[in-house]
């Protein structure tokens, strides 16, 4: 695959669920396939990734560096991209190492990706000039990517996520990690249009902040037409529980469509709590973003198991 071919996103489906809470409370929900765009860079990361990598590339890196929890979906995506596209590929990965290495941290090294770990308290300064210093002098010349793939040319990317949408809508949601591909929708947004992200970490809020500077840096007039969600983190990052796995369940019998605990499952199961509390007027039109990621079902089954049992 030439880089040159991720400039033409691929076309996904957009499918109408249909089930009892929709109908009684009159809405209409629609979910978007991002999960179909790419086996690999799936996702809301192929979006992304985009223009981060012909940046790169017309600029003449070699390396792409970035970072990353043991889980990250960003972190397999960019590993893929790396391996497809012809790159190297450094990921930073908070916290310790443990062996043997998880699925998704076994895809990225099997991917070519060069895995190094910063503990917790340095990984909370990975921005710091001393640590990036630190990185340049061990790996030499590379391209940086930030954590969760969240800047000016991902937003630039995530625009065009809404052209991909032949549906009008009254809202539109994702699950936010790093706030790139809400800032991104959110950019592209009619006046009567709202999105809503849904915080996967717990202590969310802090998006608000990382949203507001991608859209100033985008330039983008946005006043109203956004709100992050921070009450189904459900504990935190990629802590799940019982009534979010029998809602992810529940879903793929009604709709066939399967969804993951730690982004998209945790969307899902606020857009139905909003919907019961009629957050939503009657006959909105709601589009949900799946947003792939599906790797990290692999790295969840020992505690869904858990659950289940």
């Known amino acids: 695959m030439l880089l040159d071919e991720i400039k ?11 089930d009892p ?36 590339r017309a600029k003449r890196f070699e390396t792409l560096l970035t970072f ?23 990921g930073i990965i908070r916290g310790e190492e443990h062996l043997p290495l998880n699925p998704t941290l076994h895809f990225a090294s099997e991917s070519g990706m060069e895995i190094y770990y910063l503990d917790r308290s340095n990984y909370r300064m ?8 630190q ?4 790996f030499g010349r590379f391209y940086l990517i930030p954590e969760g793939g969240s800047n000016k040319l991902a937003v630039k990317g995530c625009r ?3 052209t991909e949408i032949d549906q009008s809508f009254d809202y539109i949601c994702t699950a936010s990690g790093t706030g790139g591909t809400l800032a991104g ?20 809020d802090f998006l608000n902040e990382n949203i507001s500077k991608l859209l100033n840096e985008s330039n983008s007039d946005t006043e109203g037409k956004w709100k992050i969600i921070t009450d189904f983190h459900f504990g935190g990052y990629a802590i799940i529980t019982t009534k979010l796995i029998e809602l992810i369940r529940d879903f793929e019998k009604k709709s ?22 009629n957050y939503f007027p009657k006959a909105s039109n709601i589009i949900a973003l799946h947003n792939g990621g599906m790797q990290g079902l692999k790295g969840m089954e020992g505690k869904i198991k858990l659950l289940e049992n």
């Open 135 to 138: 990185l340049k002098n061990k």
């Open 160 to 162: 065009e996520i809404i």
């Open 21 to 56: 809470i929709t109908r009684k409370f009159g809405v209409n929900l629609f979910i978007k396939r991002l999960d179909l765009v790419h086996p690999e860079i799936s996702g809301n990361k192929w979006f992304k990734l985009k223009y981060n990598l012909l940046e790169a």
């Open 126 to 133: 990975k921005n710091s000039e001393n640590i990036l210093a």
């Open 8 to 18: 033409n996103n691929p076309s996904t489906p957009l499918q109408k669920i249909e």
């Open 256 to 277: 066939g469509i399967t969804l993951e605990p730690i982004y998209s499952g945790k969307m899902m199961y606020g857009i139905y709590d909003l919907i019961r509390k």
């Open 68 to 90: 990353g929890g043991a889980y990250s979906n960003h972190i397999y995506a960019t590993a893929a991209a790396g391996n497809i596209f012809g790159f190297n590929t450094i």
């Open 185 to 204: 929708i959110v950019s592209a947004l009619s006046s009567d249009q709202k999105a809503l992200g849904f915080s996967v970490l717990k202590g969310g």
